[in-house]
């Protein structure tokens, strides 16, 4: 698959687990998002990297712990998640940077998330 | 921070019918204004985009206006067909230089295209 693939699609698990979710971009961005989408909210913007280095925490909890490790892939690990954690979990890269150019993000496909 | 805000939560028209939706922004130095489709179950995706050196951009069947002295913008869907059904964001972000694109989006418009 092309683009923006993450892994896995679907995942349940307990309040006590730890797991992480894994993206990959095959566009040759430099730029990666983390974005969080709940049933009648907004996609809210979660992390965001840039040339691997992390330039966005917006505000969030440190439950969720972010990693990227080369322009092409990131990850989200998670660990003592709450119940209102189960969302939609977007990942998303871009192009920044070239001069006045505009860096339109390409989505991932998501994972689902169920916190039970 | 931006703030976007988008009307209405949800849309429903007839086949053939045009669909618009608004969106406003607070950031007058936001430039980018995208907007994304969102199929049930499927990735948003880009479906046109405008900036703000700019009042209107077209493509096919949709449009987007830009008002920057209102700070709104819109898109217009002419002719809709059922395909057309999904969940429309807007976005609006500060671009410039060497800066990533920060998109806050608004909370999405449920377009339902009636046979």
């Known amino acids: 698959e092309t683009g923006v693939t993450q892994t896995p699609r679907h995942l349940v698990m307990g309040m006590t687990n730890k797991k992480s979710l894994k993206c990959e971009q095959h566009?040759?961005?430099?730029?990666m998002y983390w974005y969080k989408q709940s049933a009648k909210k907004p996609l809210e913007l979660m992390f965001v990297?840039?040339?691997?280095?992390?330039?966005e925490n917006n505000s969030v909890p440190s439950r969720f712990s972010p990693e990227c490790p080369n322009s092409s892939h990131l990850f989200l690990h998670l660990h003592t998640l709450q119940p209102e954690d189960s969302a939609l979990y977007l990942c998303?890269?871009?192009?920044?940077?070239?001069?006045?150019?505009?860096?339109?993000?390409?989505f991932g496909p998501g994972t689902r998330l169920t916190v039970l | 921070g931006e703030n976007v805000e988008q009307h209405p939560s949800t849309l429903s028209v007839q086949e053939g019918d045009s669909a618009v939706i608004k969106c406003t922004y607070s950031?007058?130095?936001?430039?980018?204004f995208p907007w994304y489709k969102q199929e049930l179950g499927k990735r948003p995706q880009l479906i046109i985009d405008?900036?703000?050196?700019?009042g209107e951009k077209k493509d096919q069947r949709i449009a987007v206006t830009l008002n920057k002295t209102a700070k709104h913008f819109s898109l217009h869907i002419t002719e809709t067909q059922p395909e057309d059904s999904a969940v429309y964001f807007c976005?609006?972000?500060?671009?410039?230089?060497?800066?990533?694109?920060?998109?806050?989006f608004g909370q999405g418009t449920i377009l339902t295209v009636h046979p």
């Open positions: 998303a890269s871009s192009q920044a940077g070239t001069s006045g150019s505009v860096d339109t993000q390409y």
């Open positions: 566009l040759g961005h430099n730029a």
């Open positions: 990297y840039n040339f691997k280095e992390q330039t």
């Open positions: 950031d007058s130095a936001s430039n980018y």
């Open positions: 405008i900036r703000s050196n700019v």
């Open positions: 976005a609006a972000s500060q671009v410039s230089g060497t800066s990533y694109g920060k998109l806050t």
